[in-house]
């Protein structure tokens, strides 16, 4: 017997409330906030930034998932053997619907090397309206060059679009914020990867 | 080895009935991307992150009084494209009120709110994937995508499985329809898949004197061979 996969479907305008409710004010527990689980002291990072559709305005019903390695490379999950800091969760969620400015902004660490070859990165799923499958992109660090340079999965991205991959690094308040805006279109549309 | 997106079964990013898609959707080819551990791993939320009631959508919303409308069972199992239950796999649910209108801020149907229906929840599957959601028939509803249009009665759902690799948010549909001939979102899916979006009724899940029962099966992404032992 065939098992074949269930369709995907977009997440639609009104998400919030099944899916970030205490970020919109619903009555109900998020499984996942915009801060991932278990980051505090100094090393806490800002990722920011906005996504955008074709016609250059900024959407303001996009939902926002990160997944990321801890600051030592580690997954929280079975599957990375290495892990034992069971307490980074390594997940957020955000949407767009909150902030005036129509951003997602996430409360995070920089994440080490997974596994010594590639370069530090964050998991980016981009859902909304309008978008039937989610859409799959990596985050890199532009003090990361060399790393960067090195890495197998920038180098398996046409040399012209590596930079939609590279947030921008900020110093704001004292914070070091990560600002990655995402194109769904455009001239500077963003490498979204077949996952 | 995880299996990548099958686009027989995976709807288009531009589809242009579905008018948002055209401003929305990628334009460029994906990239293809040989699983890493990144996406090899995801998020992790079993049963201790449930809370009481969360799975019954006919109790989590109460403020007094019993939600409006036909109560309904949603079940079924989450398996992988081998077959193999998904254990573990949170589910998350959320949907319009049995007079089509969602609990949500920016939408302006007019329609009825339910003070004693939240619309959302969620549940995790048991050691074999199955789950079990109690809730109430959602409406149909009118969208601007074209003139006239109403998308068919649905329920969102949301599931990461084991890895990043096998997020799905997807849509559950009910048999017979007739909304789903004229809907954009779900015509979006290629013809031989679109069948798989829609629950079927079943009257083992059908409980007496309470309500109807639809069997919704979801296949995630993943494992297509046996692995091997060792």
Redesign the interface.
């Known amino acids: 017997?065939a098992?074949?996969?269930?369709?995907?479907?977009?997440?639609?305008?009104?998400?919030?409330?099944?899916?970030t409710?205490e970020q919109y004010g619903?009555?109900?527990?998020s499984?996942?906030g915009a801060t991932v689980a278990g980051v505090e002291g100094d090393a806490v990072i800002t990722v920011e930034g906005r996504v955008f559709?074709?016609?250059g305005e900024a959407?303001p019903?996009a939902l926002v998932e990160i997944?990321?390695?801890d600051g030592a490379g580690r997954?929280?999950?079975?599957?990375?053997r290495r892990a034992s800091n069971r307490t980074f969760?390594?997940?957020a969620r955000c949407g767009t619907?909150t902030d005036p400015e129509k951003r997602f902004v996430f409360r995070t660490v920089k994440p080490g090397s997974?596994?010594g070859e590639?370069a530090p990165?964050i998991?980016v799923?981009v859902?909304?309206?309008?978008?039937?499958?989610?859409?799959?992109t990596?985050l890199y660090f532009p003090e990361e060059a060399a790393a960067n340079a090195a890495d197998p999965?920038m180098a398996?991205?046409?040399e012209a679009?590596r930079g939609t991959l590279v947030a921008e690094r900020l110093e704001r308040d004292g914070g070091i914020v990560y600002r990655f805006d995402i194109y769904?279109?455009g001239d500077n549309?963003?490498?979204?990867?077949?996952? | 080895m995880m299996a990548d997106r099958d686009w027989n079964s995976q709807p288009p990013y531009i589809h242009e009935g579905y008018k948002s898609t055209v401003l929305r959707g990628p334009t460029k080819p994906l990239v293809p991307l040989k699983h890493t551990l990144s996406e090899r791993t995801g998020p992790v939320y079993g049963h201790d992150s449930l809370a009481e009631n969360d799975a019954d959508l006919t109790k989590n919303g109460r403020r007094g009084g019993e939600p409006i409308g036909e109560r309904i069972v949603v079940a079924g199992r989450v398996v992988d494209e081998g077959g193999r239950p998904v254990p573990g796999t949170l589910l998350e649910l959320w949907q319009a009120n049995a007079a089509g209108r969602y609990n949500h801020d920016i939408d302006r149907h007019d329609a009825p709110l339910d003070p004693n229906f939240f619309g959302g929840g969620r549940c995790v599957t048991d050691a074999d994937g199955h789950y079990r959601f109690y809730t109430i028939k959602p409406g149909a509803y009118p969208w601007g995508n074209h003139a006239n249009g109403w998308r068919p009665n649905h329920l969102h759902f949301s599931l990461f499985g084991p890895s990043i690799a096998t997020r799905l948010v997807t849509q559950m549909y009910f048999p017979g329809d007739p909304l789903l001939a004229l809907d954009p979102i779900f015509l979006g899916v290629p013809e031989g898949a679109r069948d798989r979006l829609v629950a079927a009724f079943d009257l083992a899940i059908t409980e007496p004197d309470f309500a109807l029962g639809y069997r919704f099966d979801i296949v995630l992404n993943g494992r297509s061979q046996t692995p091997m032992e060792g």
């Open positions: 017997m098992f074949k996969q269930t369709p995907s479907q977009t997440v639609g305008p009104f998400f919030a409330y099944g899916l409710p619903y009555p109900f527990a499984i996942a559709d074709g016609a959407v019903d997944w990321q390695a997954y929280n999950h079975p599957a990375d969760g390594g997940f619907g997974v596994d590639q990165h998991s799923i859902f909304m309206r309008g978008l039937p499958c989610h859409a799959y990596r999965v398996s991205v046409p679009r769904m279109q549309e963003t490498v979204f990867f077949d996952v």
